[in-house]
Structure formats: structure tokens, C-alpha cells
């Protein structure tokens, strides 16, 4: 068949940052450039979304007669396929992410928020995913959560995130380094963890349980912002580690490129927390990207973004002894970033290249569509 028209519908956009955001921007100009697609997206933050919803959907059904297929960026934008399956033939794609069928969390801070779960939980993974014609799941534990929720396994599909492999590869220094955190670093081993501080990312565990069984050659920096950052600034202070951890809160694009370009390892050392699903992990195939190997735990939607001792290496979560024991004989040769750092990249460019992953999702969208 001919390239489909899609209407694409994204509930979070740049300039608001964050995992979702950054998928859905870069499938937009990818696939954009494979097909045509008319993007209506929320650019103005969470605050804009109780207006954006029924704006995005009369847009779309006013839209839809001269599109052949609806692809919404997230499954919190079910209800909208709902209603457009309701007046509509045209089929409704969407992409999958974890907290889309998993959400559980207390985590708005209000005191509606168990309703708010039920209401979600009941609405959305019985009746409104359901109703939609295919989904795009960026994990296959995703998958699983939804399966277990009663959503049809052949509903699913699995695509991985993908990378713009060129994007924050640039030249870069330990001289940076000591420029970003304002402190000299010598011959120190540099670990690093960027991204959203919430508590399933595992920084606190981290700092608590691994760090201490280190040498004190090791230094990790952790870069971003998020609900976890007091626990973070207490395990800090418990554990004595203030002269090892340098939080740096959010930093620019140009900051986090230069770390990903400089540091020896980043560790993505995240934790099981009931309701907080880590999707997929974009940050650590970006970070592959540029030459940096990733070790991760052995879990969730990472065990789909990291292939051991491909473009990183999985351990098993919230065991401290084998984190460290790993991270000692990754330095024992010198950095990581040396000696698996370009294997690294090439694996992320043959597996992750946004290029790649943009032609599955087309794949998909025409045999959506042929059914």
C-alpha cells in the first residue's frame, strides 16, 4: 500500500523533558520523514493537559476523514482511541509505555489520589486500551503487566526505543568533568547516573549500599531532578559520602553530553517499587551512543534496552556485593569507556538507530491497517 497518513497525538512534548517526551519527539520526525504526519502535541506541561485532552480529540476526529490511522504517543491518551473508535472505522495505534498500564503510584501528592488509581486502573487497562487496534509496547515486561491486566497478548507488539546516534556524540574531556562538578579529579574513576530522579532509578540505594564497598578512587556524579532528590541528599549524608557524590541537579543538554562523552561508566542501579514501572531506559542507549557503557540492573524494561556484554552489562537488583564485585573488574584494565566503549556504539547503532526503529513502526502501522 501507499505510505499512510497518520495523525499522531502527543499528551507531552518538548520543551518538557523526560523519557515519554523524547520518544515521542523523535518518532515524530522520524517516521515523519518515512510518511506524512500531521502532530498535534502538548508543548505547555502537565498543567495544559486536563485542556488537551478534548482538545486533541475534536482535532482529530475533524482531521481524521482525510488520515487513514490515529497513533497516539502514550496509552494515557486511551480515552481519546476510545472515542474515536466510537465514531470512527479508522484504526488507533499506540505506544505502550510502562506507567501506562502500571500506574499505581502515590505520587501526585493529593488526597484523591487513590481514587484517582481506581478510576485510572479500572477505566483505562479494562475498557479504554483494549478498544484500540495495536500496541506498541517499548518494553516486554510492559507486555506481561498488560497481559496480567486482561488485555489480549496479540494486541501487543514489542519495539524498542531508539537513539539519534549522532545527536550527543561529541568531543569531550575529564577536563569537563572538573568543570561541570567545580572540583580537580585526578586519576579518579568516574561513574555517572543522569535522568529523573525517582526512587525505582535507585541512586539512593546506590549510594548507600555499593559505594561504601568501593575504593575511594571511585566518584559518582549524578545529574537531574525529581521526587527522589531528599532521599538521595540523606543517603549522602548517612553513608558519609559527600566528598564522593556530587549531585548536580538538572543540567543543560550540553552539560549531560559532555558527561556521557568524559565519564568512565554509568550505572542504572534500579530497584523493584510497586506501581513505578521503568518502561524501557532511554537514557542508557543514549548514553551508548557515545562510547559509555552502561551497567544496569537485570530487570524490567532494562533487560530490553541493555544486552549483556553487548552494550552494557545486567545485575542482578539491590545486590550490592555483585555491583561492586562487577564495577571492580570493569576498571581492572582501565576505564570501561576504552575497552567496550566502541563495541558499545555499534552495537546501539545496529540495534537502536532511531532510522531502524522508525521502518518497524511504519512496518507495523501498514499491517495494522491491511487488517
Same mark, same amino acid.
Given at each position: ?11 507531552? %512534548? ?23 504526519? +500531521? ?93 484500540? *487496534? ?59 547516573? +543522569? ?22 578512587? %571511585? ?84 533487560? *530490553? ?67
Amino acid at each position: 500500500m501507499n505510505t499512510p497518513k497518520i495523525i499522531m497525538v502527543s499528551h507531552t %512534548f518538548p520543551p518538557t523533558v523526560g523519557g515519554v517526551e523524547t520518544q515521542n519527539y523523535e518518532l515524530s520526525n522520524w517516521l515523519g520523514q518515512l510518511t506524512p504526519i +500531521t502532530l498535534i502535541a502538548n508543548r505547555r506541561g502537565r498543567k495544559f493537559l486536563p485542556f488537551f485532552a478534548p482538545y486533541s480529540l475534536l482535532k482529530t476526529l475533524w482531521l481524521l476523514p482525510k488520515h487513514d490511522v490515529v497513533l497516539l504517543g502514550s496509552g494515557m491518551l486511551a480515552i481519546n482511541g476510545w472515542f474515536i473508535k466510537l465514531f470512527s472505522n479508522k484504526p488507533v495505534v499506540s505506544v505502550v509505555h510502562g506507567l501506562d498500564i502500571n500506574y499505581n503510584s502515590s505520587s501526585l501528592g493529593v488526597w484523591y489520589e487513590k481514587a484517582l488509581i481506581f478510576i485510572y486502573q479500572t477505566l483505562w487497562t479494562k475498557i479504554f486500551i483494549p478498544k484500540l *487496534d495495536k500496541l506498541i509496547a517499548v518494553g516486554n515486561e510492559t507486555i506481561k503487566i498488560g497481559v496480567e491486566h486482561g488485555i489480549p497478548e496479540n494486541k501487543f507488539i514489542f519495539i524498542p526505543n531508539g537513539v539519534n546516534t549522532e545527536k550527543h556524540l561529541i568531543e569531550a574531556t575529564r577536563q569537563n568533568i572538573e568543570e561541570i562538578i567545580q572540583k580537580s579529579i585526578g586519576d579518579k574513576n568516574i561513574i555517572i547516573t +543522569t535522568g529523573r530522579l525517582a526512587k525505582r532509578k535507585g541512586v539512593a540505594w546506590f549510594i548507600s549500599n555499593v559505594l561504601p564497598l568501593l575504593d575511594e578512587k %571511585f566518584i559518582y556524579i549524578v545529574a537531574g531532578s525529581g521526587p527522589d532528590k531528599e532521599n538521595i541528599q540523606n543517603a549522602i549524608q548517612k553513608s558519609d559520602m559527600s566528598k564522593r557524590v556530587f549531585m548536580l541537579g538538572y543540567i543543560s543538554d550540553e552539560n549531560r553530553n559532555l558527561l556521557w562523552n568524559s565519564a568512565d561508566l554509568f550505572v542504572q542501579p534500579n530497584i523493584r517499587v510497586s506501581g513505578d514501572l521503568e518502561g524501557f531506559g532511554i537514557s542508557v542507549i543514549e548514553a551508548g551512543a557515545c562510547r559509555l557503557p552502561v551497567l544496569a540492573s537485570n530487570m524490567e524494561g532494562l533487560k *530490553d534496552a541493555i544486552k549483556d556484554g553487548k552494550n552494557g552489562f545486567l545485575i542482578e537488583s539491590e545486590n550490592a556485593d555483585a555491583y561492586a564485585q562487577k564495577i571492580n573488574r570493569l576498571f581492572k584494565d582501565g576505564s570501561p569507556r576504552e575497552i567496550y566503549g566502541e563495541g558499545v556504539r555499534q552495537f546501539v547503532i545496529e540495534n537502536y538507530k532511531w532510522e531502524k526503529i522508525a521502518q518497524i513502526y511504519l512496518k507495523e502501522i501498514k499491517r495494522t491497517l491491511e487488517r
